[in-house]
């Protein structure tokens, strides 16, 4: 694995057509997978550094929000990093935004970073890809069938809240307001005006109305549990898991999605949209909700604020690792790849 530091100092009622049930047979890759493979390996430097050298520069990058494109305790992106950005999309390289964040949680926190109107924001794990500017691109639904036994299944592990694709209040719907402040005080502070307490929660699921994800949240080991409810369950075909885990809050989030939909699919949609080839996309994360994403994306960087699993399974699979989010890893990496960069003029993905 190439540390820039040390370098550098559908068929889910989506847009796009997917094989989804293929997809969703697959098992989620997590902490049990590096027991499969046994201690990860070193790779040799001079290869790794032939390997860097055989790469073509990209023209497409999907960076993850939290804790690597964003400080650990801020939403503000630093100054080295907004102008690392707008020199890679100076440099014809499109800067795609790829979180578990809904759109309308997400474009905010973009504001005043100069980026281009047409920027593609990878939204909801995947569900929703739409421009800065708002042109929707694409977007998936989970049944609401499927939500509701969803419900029934997870309630047991943790706050559940679910998506919808409307605005203001009603756009977050959750059955336990108390619950969810004790376990995500700040999230529930931050969405306030577009949450709805319904109970149970399966009311929320009229005919008709789909929602785009939903989401339990809860302890780390907690959610582990969920997870494997999930696999367990005749809802596993059903559909897609995304696990993102905070071991310092004991805070983990399992999303729900519309089955084979995840960052990783969207991103290698994204990128056919664009015409861009798969070797000429980079992939930054740091959880493992961006595993798809890392996996598919032919220059896949790993944060080195990431979970010392995910590092190991990245050190296997000879992905690069950028340093933390909180000394500019997003930037370090951006202004290497600036530096390839062909300068041609991208097509407008808007």
Same mark, same amino acid.
């Given at each position: 694995?190439?540390?820039?530091?040390?370098?550098?100092?559908?068929?889910?009622?989506?847009?796009?057509?997917?094989?989804?049930?293929?997809?969703?047979?697959?098992?989620?890759?997590?902490?049990?997978?590096?027991?499969?493979?046994?201690?990860?390996?070193?790779?040799?430097?001079?290869?790794?550094?032939?390997?860097?050298?055989?790469?073509?520069?990209?023209?497409?990058?999907?960076?993850?929000?939290?804790?690597?494109?964003?400080?650990?305790?801020?939403?503000? !992106?630093?100054?080295?990093?907004?102008?690392?950005?707008?020199?890679?999309?100076?440099?014809?390289?499109?800067?795609?935004?790829?979180?578990?964040?809904?759109?309308?949680?997400?474009?905010?926190?973009?504001?005043?970073?100069?980026?281009?109107?047409?920027?593609?924001?990878?939204?909801?794990?995947?569900?929703?890809?739409?421009?800065?500017?708002?042109?929707?691109?694409?977007?998936?639904?989970?049944?609401?069938?499927?939500?509701?036994?969803?419900?029934?299944?997870?309630?047991?592990?943790?706050?559940? !809240?679910?998506?919808?694709?409307?605005?203001?209040?009603?756009?977050?719907?959750?059955?336990?307001?108390?619950?969810?402040?004790?376990?995500?005080?700040?999230? !529930?502070?931050?969405?306030?005006?577009?949450?709805?307490? !319904?109970?149970?929660?399966?009311?929320?699921?009229?005919?008709?109305?789909?929602?785009?994800?939903?989401?339990?949240?809860?302890?780390?080991?907690?959610?582990?549990?969920?997870?494997?409810?999930?696999?367990?369950?005749?809802?596993?075909?059903?559909?897609?898991?995304?696990?993102?885990?905070?071991?310092?809050?004991?805070?983990?989030?399992?999303?729900?999605?519309?089955?084979?939909?995840?960052?990783?699919?969207?991103?290698?949609?994204?990128?056919?949209?664009?015409?861009?080839?798969?070797?000429?996309?980079?992939?930054?994360?740091?959880?493992?909700?961006?595993?798809?994403?890392?996996?598919?994306?032919?220059?896949?960087?790993?944060?080195?604020?990431?979970?010392?699993?995910?590092?190991?399974?990245?050190?296997?699979?000879?992905?690069?690792?950028?340093?933390?989010?909180?000394?500019?890893?997003?930037?370090?990496?951006?202004?290497?790849?600036?530096?390839?960069?062909?300068?041609?003029?991208?097509?407008?993905?808007?």
């Amino acid at each position: 694995m190439v540390d820039f530091g040390s370098r550098a100092g559908l068929q889910g009622r989506g847009s796009f057509v997917l094989n989804q049930r293929a997809a969703a047979g697959r098992t989620p890759v997590s902490s049990g997978l590096l027991s499969q493979y046994g201690v990860a390996l070193g790779a040799d430097a001079l290869h790794e550094d032939r390997l860097i050298d055989m790469h073509p520069p990209i023209r497409l990058v999907a960076i993850d929000m939290d804790g690597t494109l964003l400080p650990t305790l801020s939403t503000e !992106v630093s100054g080295r990093t907004r102008r690392a950005l707008r020199a890679a999309q100076q440099a014809g390289v499109v800067v795609a935004i790829a979180t578990g964040r809904r759109a309308a949680y997400t474009a905010p926190l973009l504001d005043g970073l100069g980026l281009r109107a047409d920027t593609p924001l990878i939204t909801s794990n995947g569900a929703v890809t739409q421009t800065l500017g708002g042109d929707l691109l694409a977007r998936s639904h989970l049944e609401a069938r499927v939500a509701r036994g969803l419900c029934a299944l997870l309630r047991p592990f943790g706050c559940m !809240v679910f998506t919808f694709d409307r605005p203001g209040r009603g756009e977050l719907v959750l059955e336990d307001l108390e619950q969810a402040n004790r376990r995500i005080a700040l999230w !529930v502070e931050a969405n306030r005006n577009a949450i709805e307490v !319904v109970k149970p929660l399966e009311n929320a699921f009229t005919a008709g109305c789909d929602p785009i994800q939903g989401m339990a949240a809860g302890g780390v080991a907690r959610m582990r549990e969920a997870e494997q409810a999930l696999q367990q369950s005749g809802w596993r075909e059903e559909c897609e898991s995304a696990r993102t885990e905070y071991p310092a809050r004991d805070l983990s989030i399992l999303d729900l999605l519309p089955p084979g939909v995840t960052k990783g699919w969207a991103l290698e949609r994204l990128a056919a949209r664009l015409g861009v080839d798969r070797r000429e996309t980079m992939a930054i994360g740091d959880n493992w909700n961006d595993l798809h994403m890392l996996e598919w994306a032919g220059q896949a960087v790993i944060m080195a604020n990431a979970a010392s699993e995910l590092r190991a399974l990245a050190k296997m699979r000879g992905w690069k690792q950028a340093p933390k989010n909180d000394d500019d890893g997003v930037a370090v990496v951006l202004e290497a790849a600036v530096k390839k960069a062909p300068g041609a003029r991208m097509e407008r993905c808007g």
